[in-house]
DNA sequence: CTCAATTATTTACCTAGGTAAATAAAATTC
DNA sequence: GAATTTTATTTACCTAGGTAAATAATTGAG
């Protein structure tokens, strides 16, 4: 039986995540895809033209990051950007070509998904989700 | 109530493990050290003197990356490479201060880590501890 | 209406992770 | 023992994430 301090918990996680991670890009290399720019096309399959700063606020990560992910996605043909009335603003929308291709990617992504976790019931994965939930500096829920 | 099907997951656990990452870097930054960078004192704590290939091999990240990180560390002053008996391969070992300095950091990891968990009783970090290890592309536990 | 403050995005500079290919040294094979 | 193969590390080039500071456009205060 193995120790679960904190220590070993947070090293666990950090190794699975950067697994899930390479496993992740790796599937998606067949489509030309990194992990972020999918996440991105489904932000935006899901929500419709959303600025820049909608993307990073809903994923959580800062602006420059998401500036640098969409000027190589706009670069391969993946989303279109316009200016927003606002002036300061850029709308980001799918391209045709990419949202022909939303399916048959999301599809690839849902079986690589479910392989992922198959090691899990599906009450272990609800459970996983709660328990997951919970870490954070404020112990919120 | 909300979903948890794969995606619900991952997407979770990518945010959570940025967040961690950010939260440990700015507390690090205290003492001038990255959460990578803090893995290889650890792990050189707990092991003693390691060639390259060793920390990699045990921190499951590529070659380049530890070359990369080492060449910050030693150019910090934290750890020292030597030539093996073996020409190709480097020693890596603590240099004083960095081994002076430890004892203190290890402490703010360990609150900081206590901290990020002290949403969850010691049987669903338990419990949180075996369920990501069941993820994977081979279902392992 | 003008000037200050806020907001959206970008730029510059940093760490971390990956792959593929290049070295260089050791181990193997013939 | 010379030539091939393996092994340890590095280099070059890519994505992703962060912070701090710079623009540029809009809002707000006076």
Redesign the interface.
């Known amino acids: 039986m193995?120790n679960?301090d904190?220590?070993?918990?947070?090293?666990?996680?950090?190794?699975?995540?950067?697994?899930?991670?390479k496993?992740f890009n790796n599937q998606l290399s067949d489509h030309g895809l990194y992990h972020s720019q999918w996440?991105i096309i489904?932000c935006l399959e899901k929500f419709g033209s959303m600025t820049q700063t909608d993307i990073w606020k809903y994923?959580?990560?800062e602006a420059p990051t998401i500036t640098r992910t969409l000027t190589r996605m706009e670069k391969n043909g993946w989303v279109i950007r316009t200016q927003g009335e606002d002036r300061r603003e850029r709308l980001i929308e799918l391209t045709e070509s990419a949202h022909e291709k939303f399916k048959e990617v999301n599809r690839a992504?849902?079986e690589f998904?479910?392989?992922?976790?198959?090691?899990?019931s599906s009450e272990?994965?609800?459970?996983?989700?709660?328990?997951?939930?919970?870490?954070?500096?404020k112990?919120?829920?």
Not at 129 to 137: A, E, F, N, Q, W
């Open positions: 193995q679960f904190t220590h070993s918990v947070f090293h666990l996680l950090h190794q699975q995540v950067r697994m899930i991670t496993e996440s489904f994923l959580n990560v992504v849902y998904e479910q392989d992922m976790v198959k090691g899990m272990e994965l609800k459970q996983f989700y709660h328990l997951l939930k919970k870490i954070g500096p112990g919120e829920e």
